[in-house]
């Protein structure tokens, strides 16, 4: 069992909580983009509900220990879906929810937030500008500020994903995750880890926004400057040290890939499977199609993990 610091135990525990709609999302066999792509591929879709993301897995379990703690509001920096998530849930159980997000997140996800009923605060910034600001802010008002992937309520939610992996027939061989703040990466790997696992883990993020890979392969927290690419989900550039060390225990291997491969990914999960996804949910795609030879001839799983995307922006990337 990988020592990290989620537990299988509380796992299993955390679906008693999460609501139904986001939990036993499809697992789906796609031949069409297998042949194009030359492997077998299945994909685990985490769009189908409310907030068309997986973060509600994680946003429920933190919302609700909130309530039994007695809490009444809560604050998030987000790239656009975690504040989804967290107004959905935070608002149906009575907490007021204040979600910082940049100015130059997709104004689809902005105007989900608010339309959920957040108070929704803009920054002149990045996601790392965003979380400096909902830290004074959650500080000045004495609330509680919820990080993702440094919080181990997101990460052992998104875990739940890996229940219901572990469990599906046939088996596969590889599992390809997004990678951002780590807690899909470390909440799937952790489970899978454990019940199977002879399953590799391969996490993918974008050459352009590599700070947690590049922190894996370093085995040291690797910051960057910078980010620059159309995966606005995934684009952190200051890895949190903890899940650094949970995604080294449960990680086989983390990879970067190209704009250009993840618009094509884009563009056949719209003509092989019907999918309209966000760039970050194409990375598992974009990862086989930048090394075909690694994965040819093997049952592999790609979790698409989001589907908050700009409409206008989305046709522009897929004809490209």
């Known amino acids: 069992m990988p020592r990290t610091r989620l537990d299988l135990d509380r796992i299993r525990a955390a679906r008693a909580v999460i609501d139904p709609r986001f939990l036993d999302t499809p697992l789906t066999p796609c031949d069409s983009l297998g042949r194009e792509l030359g492997c077998a591929v299945s994909v685990k879709l985490e769009t189908a509900n409310p907030v068309r993301s997986f973060k509600a897995r994680g946003t429920e379990l933190v919302t609700s220990t909130l309530v039994d703690r007695g809490e009444t509001a809560v604050v998030c920096a987000s790239a656009g879906n975690l504040g989804q998530a967290l107004a959905w849930s935070g608002g149906r159980r009575g907490l007021a929810v204040t979600v910082v997000a940049s100015e130059r997140a997709p104004t689809t996800k902005l105007d989900r937030i608010r339309a959920l009923g957040a108070e929704l605060v803009l920054v002149d910034g990045d996601i790392e500008t965003a979380r400096d600001l909902a830290s004074r802010i959650a500080h000045e008002r004495g609330v509680r500020l919820v990080e993702d992937s440094l919080d181990v309520e997101t990460c052992e939610g998104a875990a739940t994903i890996g229940l219901e992996l572990a469990a599906a027939t046939p088996a596969f ?15 799937i790997g952790h489970v899978l880890k454990t019940l199977t696992p002879a399953v590799e883990v391969v996490c993918v993020q974008p050459a352009g926004a590599p700070a947690l890979t590049l922190s894996w392969r370093a085995r040291r927290v690797v910051t960057t400057d910078s980010t620059d690419t159309i995966a606005d989900g995934v684009a952190g550039r200051h890895p949190i040290p903890e899940v650094l060390t949970d995604l080294l225990a449960v990680a086989d291997d983390a990879v970067l890939v190209r704009e250009s491969s993840i618009t094509t990914a884009m563009r056949l999960l719209l003509e ?10 194409a990375l598992g795609v974009a990862a086989i199609l930048e090394d075909p030879a690694r994965f040819a001839g093997r049952h592999v799983v790609t979790v698409v993990c989001g589907a908050n995307v700009d409409p206008t922006a989305f046709h522009e990337w897929v004809r490209r």
């Open 173 to 187: 061989d590889t599992v390809l995750i997004a990678l951002g703040g780590g807690a899909m990466a470390t909440g």
């Open 272 to 281: 092989h499977a019907g999918l309209v996804v966000e760039p970050s949910a």
